[in-house]
Structure formats: C-alpha cells, structure tokens
C-alpha cells in the first residue's frame, strides 16, 4: 500500500485536493458556463493568486493550455518567426528544441553534458529571436541558477526569454521583471490531476506574436496569443477550458497563500538538504547531479544503479513510492520529487528509511 | 435552485460521474504516471468502450486532446495541405472555417441561410483535400443528415471527410466506412466536465498526415498524427493527459453500454419529438429550426421572442435551466439540450411546464 508517492509527475496531490473536488461538485463547478460571471470569478481566484503566489507584477498575463507540451509549442508558434535557441541539458529541453524543428523554425543548441550545467558565459548566435531554457529538467535533475537565466536576457537584451519551470514552480523565487514568459503544468509541484498547463506572458510576448500575424505567418488559431489576450482580458478562454482545473488551481494556491509561500519555499531547502546529505554520504547511492550550484531542489535524481530494483522494493514496502529513472537511466536510478504536497515528515521518513540500507 | 440543466454544453453531468470520481480518487487515478499499464488500461478502457458503443471499425483510432477546438486546428494541420471546404450553416462552422484561414489553408465555404439546411448537391471545388462538416450546429440547431454527409463523400472519393458531432454524439448511428474522421468533446452529450477532446481518424489520415511531413510541410508537434498514432499503438499519449477525465470518460461509456445504445436513441427520439410538437403548437414559441429533416435531435432551438426573459423565469422557478440563444440570439431564442443524461421525466417535466406558459 502506497501512502507517499514520489514521483516527478503526476505527482502525489496536494492534501487538500479531494476536498476541493467534493466542494466543486456540490456547487456545480463542472456544468459551469465558461462564458458566465461565475467561471470568470473562478478564472480570477487562479490567475490572481498566482500573481500573488509567485510576485508576479502587472503586465504578465496568464493563460490556460491543456498541458506544457502544448505551451511548447505555443511559445514557438508565437514568438519565433525564424530561429530559437535553446540550452540542452536533459530529455525534456531536448524535445522542446526537437518541437522547433517540427515547426520549421530552424533552431540552435547548447547542450550540455549528461548530468552538467552550463558556463557562466554563454553565446547566443546573432538572429536569435528566442532563448528557450528549462530552469528545472525533470529528466536529470538538472536546475539552473537563477542568476544564469538572467544574464542570458541582460546580455540580449532585443532577444525574448522563455523559461519552463514545470517541475519547480512554486518553488523558484524568480525576478519576472528577467524574463519574458514562464510556463508549468499542474500536476507537478501544484499536486493537482493533469490536463492543465499555465503559460504567463508579457507584453512583449504579445507585441512579437501580433507582429508576425501582420507579417502573414500563422501563429496558430484558437490558441494564439492574440485570441488568448483578448479572452484573458474578461478572464475568459477562447474555448470551453478544464473548467475543474482551473477550479482546483485557484483553491490550491489560495492554501499555500494561507500555509506562505516562504514557509513551502523554506521547507522545499530543508527537504532537499536533508535528501541530498544522505545520497553523499550514501555508502551504495550516490546524488547524480555532483554540482551543488546545479541540484535541483525539486527533483532530486539518485544514482542507484545494481541496487534499484532492491531500493524500490523496500521503500515500497514502507509506503513509498519512488519515481523511475528517466528513459535509459530507468534502471540506473530514482527520481525523488519534492514538492509542497510532501511534509518535512515524509521526506525525515523517506531519509530515514535509506539510511537503513 | 436548479436541479435539471438544458444548457446546450458544458452541460448536466451523466449522473453516474460524481461516483465515479470519488472512485477514481479512492484508486490513485489523478496521481497515475501516463506510462503506466494501470494508465494504458485506462486508456482502452475508454477506446474500446467508445468503439462498441459507436460501432466503430477497425482502422479507425483515438487521440485524446485538449478540447475540440483543438481537434478543429489539428484536422486542418494534419490533412490539408492546401485547400479546404467549408459546410456553414451557423457559428462553430464558420469558426472551422475561420481556422482554416489562420492556418493559411485557403478554405472555400458554402454557407447556408440562418436556420437552413443545404440542397442535396453540393458541388465540392477541384483541389478540395478535405470536406469539413458540421453534423450538429450547436448555435442554431441545425443537423445535417448522415446521407446527405455519406454523399459527399461519394462524390468526391479522393477527398477527406471529417465530421464535426460535438454537440450529437453519442447519438447519430454513423456509417464509419463513409468518412474519414469523426470528433467530439467530452462535456455534451457524454456529460463530462470540459477539458477534453476525441479525435477519431481512419488510416488515410494516417497516410495523408505523413504525405504532408514527407514534403517539409509543418503538421504541428507532439499532437501530430504520426506522433499521436506511434502512441495510440501502445494505448498513451503524447503528453501527460487528462487522465482523470479519459479514466471518468471510460466509464460513463461503460454506462452507457449497460444502458444500451439502443435505448438511448429512442429516448433521444422520444424527448426530441415530445418538445418539437410541443413548440409546434404553442401560441408564443416556436422551433428555430422550421423544416424536419433538418431539426436536430440534440440541440433544440426555440424562437421565444419577446417572451425570452420571462419563459427563462418561469423555468428557472421549477428547477429548470434552458440555455440562452446564442451569440445575437441571445434574447430572442433559447436552446435545450436532450443529451443522454436528460431523462424522458425531466423532458415530460419541461414539456409540462412549457404548455403551461
């Protein structure tokens, strides 16, 4: 019986999410008109908690996709006519560059070595119109520093900055003022069912998306930024949304406004502190990522290589549920998530438990 | 306090759902990974149930997407090259074909009179690749008949046909060796909540899909044909899905064959011709939509005029909710949904009550 799920995504939901649904239910939420006052009061609880949630200033605007896959290619439908680039450092920023060859938007690389980061100096080539980065990659627990992100914009300053942060936020501390548009799905670090990604722009995501309609080139259609904007300005959607999830995103953030966001941020350290101290000091697993400037806090990748089976087994066994390695590491390693939903006391459990190994 | 709603979508929730979910929450359902075998059994669960259900052949398969607004962009990326055409007779249709627009497709359209159906022949232009046709017009009312949809098709066997029942199925009974793609969204007639999408498509697709990829045309990214089809293979998704409402989705199928298709027809028969006599004869309402052949079974639209607000109290005092008229009809007309969850005592109940007026 598995009572703490510690997969990357899905992940184990946030405590109070059954409780939102019951709720949701009584008062018809699924059978809502999304034309109506009370689907834009609904709309409103989520993107203005959000604001709230993350300090994100006006002029970013928020709108709801059915996944970050779909924002993927959103960001690059609307913002690039010609060339993106992207920094390469794991599966998933990987498939975000691979979506811009599928597009025909003949993007650029810098790929980084399986398990590293980047340089501090990093040269974007000139004709760029995007930089697309993955502040968190799921696949190798990979972060980048906050601060790497935004010299890429200070140094470009003409260029657009994308950051995908679908398996840290709420966790990152980001200065949104540095970048352009941030994107997550719900059911990482939000703990809620999937089928909703959020993609918050700003003004010059708008300006860019608007001059290459004038151009002539197609940016898509229900969902371009355009359509999106102008529905979001009566916080509305351009079609009938996951009315349930957007539902449930605005009670779940409006409890970690209650819970603060700098107690969840302060226990995500704590959690992680304590998770990657027991890896290096591990006498059979080991933390994949070695350097600590690039350790994500919110997804925590161990080298378990021969012992992974066993490994899983006996955390299964006390009710836990590890996540796979990602792709060929899925029998080499475990991915650890450490997200809201997960209590300082599950991961003191989680800690405790490997150190009997 | 409402206890039957007729909006036309989203709309009353089957009424096996609510238990449903709580099922699904009790089973780990919204925290399951998307590449597990307890998600690919969800997944066919759902399928399979949707092709007994609709007698759907072999050859044809399902991709799961966002809405069905996005299966409108997806039609048009993945199977016209091109040039499409158009069937308009009311909003969504137009909308299909203000898509194509965007896409830079070069849509050609015939557009019907407000309220009206087409002539039996329809001439296609030459280049057309894909037909597009709307077999229920949610804004108006109008249904086209299978064989006037079936003769399109047989006129012009080179070319696609993809036909639009949001807002009908699981009703009409269609004859799935005559067209080539068939699409819905979950929160009409199978009385779902919104946020998902199903996309059936038959192996020319397939193959017209990959013709276009071949030639460097860009056919999208991870919900692409080719990409949706290597996935629908293996009963997954590209991205991380809604699971939840795919899992809430194979289970009110399974409802339903339980039930049997069958009698769901003939309830729908019976409730449509129970309001359309009813509409007929009454001294201040009357059907939008004047000639039978083209009245939907579904969607019902009543010319209430001046009496609009008044017949919506009425309702709304006896538990009842029409949906308003659409779009600049919205005080002039109101619709009534008869999906699968209206019973035949709710719509004796309506059609009660519309006498008494």
């Known amino acids: 019986m598995v009572n703490i799920n510690f997969t990357p995504g899905p992940s184990q939901l946030y405590f109070t999410v059954e409780d939102h649904v019951r709720q949701a239910f009584k008062d018809g939420v699924p059978s809502l008109s999304h034309r109506s006052k009370a689907f834009e009061k609904i709309s409103t609880e989520a993107t203005e908690g959000l ?199 605005g009670k779940v953030v409006n409890d970690m406004l209650r819970r603060g966001i700098k107690t969840i941020r302060q226990e995500t350290e704590y959690k992680a502190a304590i998770l990657y101290q027991t890896l290096s000091k591990h006498g059979l697993i080991n933390p994949f990522v070695t350097d600590s400037m690039f350790q994500s806090k919110t997804v925590i990748v161990a080298n378990t290589g021969e012992h992974t089976e066993k490994i899983t087994k006996f955390l299964l066994e006390k009710g836990m549920q590890p996540g796979d390695g990602y792709g060929s590491a899925k029998k080499t390693q475990l991915r650890f998530a450490n997200f809201p939903t997960h209590s300082k006391e599950q991961y003191e459990l989680l800690v405790d438990s490997l150190n009997q190994l």
């Open 51 to 249: 604001r709230q949630l993350l300090n994100i200033p006006q002029g970013f605007y928020f709108y709801f996709t059915g996944s970050a896959n779909e924002i993927w290619e959103r960001v690059l439908q609307n913002l690039v006519e010609d060339q993106s680039f992207h920094l390469v450092n794991g599966s998933f920023s990987k498939r975000l560059y691979e979506i811009s060859v599928l597009l025909n938007k003949h993007p650029h690389k810098l790929e980084a070595e399986n398990g590293k980061g980047f340089d501090a100096n990093i040269q974007i080539p000139t004709g760029t119109e995007l930089i697309a980065v993955t502040q968190n990659e799921t696949s190798t627990g990979i972060s980048l520093p906050l601060e790497t992100i935004y010299k890429l914009k200070e140094d470009n300053p003409s260029m657009l900055l994308a950051v995908d942060a679908v398996s840290s936020l709420p966790f990152p501390d980001f200065d949104y003022t540095k970048l352009d548009s941030v994107f997550f799905s719900v059911q990482k670090g939000f703990g809620l069912p999937a089928g909703l990604g959020v993609w918050i722009v700003n003004e010059k995501c708008i300006a860019k998306a608007e001059q290459l309609l004038a151009k002539g080139i197609s940016i898509g259609s229900y969902h371009n930024i355009p359509g999106f904007q102008s529905h979001a300005l009566k916080n509305q959607t351009p079609e009938t949304p996951n009315v349930l999830g957007i539902y449930l995103l």
